[in-house]
């Protein structure tokens, strides 16, 4: 398969402003009102992503977990733009796979392809996907805004990727078969919250995806506010893995009723997890700690 084989494969996903990926460009037009929001991530086989799984599985799991930094600024998608770096002789059954599991990203979230590049390499897959989101002007949900006093909240349940991670490389686990699946599609298509972007921008003073562990974001959004993140020990399980791409947000502590409410109107869990302080850095019950994390290391 060559290049155009695989844009070929691809033309199927793209949106107007992709101009059917004949160009070497895209057009992008904000709605008025609306502030265009740009993310991007990466993922290299072998290292978010294990060895030897299907194609449609890495692709999918690239995009969601892009489009997650999307709704941790209270953003809605509009578009993806896509690099590749291809090993030589990948079987093309492998990239038909790769295509099919973007389609079924982009059409959970309503975000069509707009362009991108490939080029082949001799070391492991690299893809790279670049997210454009849209937020009403001036809404966007920052690290940085975190206030003494605010509540601090995560969605979800944290814990699962790093089980489904276990399930995929065939290592023992005690679980049922459906807990099993539970945690392997946590892994493999991690959910970003859209769904809670509206009461994000209204009620959450600071937000970040969880992509490298409770503790590192809780570090961020400390650091980038100026204050103290106190979490509950009670709260700091799988603290350091990461991957869970819930949300980790700060609210004024009188958002309370309204948080809940909001969630369970959609289904969603949240965790009143600790308080902001006075200070720097990240504490535990108090104790000031060193957040880890994953660390990418060059």
Known sequence: MNERDFIALLRPL?????????D??????????QDLIISADTMVEGVHFPLGRIGGGFSERLLRTALSDLAAKGARPIGYSLCVAWPRERDQTWIKGFVRGLADAQASFDC???GGDTTTTEGP????ATVFGVVPTGTMVTRSGAKVGDDVWFTGTLGLAEIGLK???RQAVDLSPSERLASEEAYLRPEPRFAFRKTLRRYA?????ISDGLLSEAGHIANASGVCIDLYGSATKNADFGDDYELLFTSDAANQNELLKAAGVIGLKLTRCGE????????VDGVPVTPTGYRHRF
């Open 14 to 22: 793209a949106g107007p402003g992709g101009l059917n990926l004949d």
């Open 24 to 33: 070497d460009a895209a057009v992008l037009t904000p709605p008025p009102g």
């Open 112 to 114: 069509p392809l707009i």
């Open 125 to 128: 897959l690299v893809a790279s």
């Open 167 to 169: 399930v995929m490389k």
């Open 205 to 209: 003073t600071a937000a970040a995806d």
């Open 276 to 283: 902001v302080r006075e200070g720097s850095g990240v504490c």
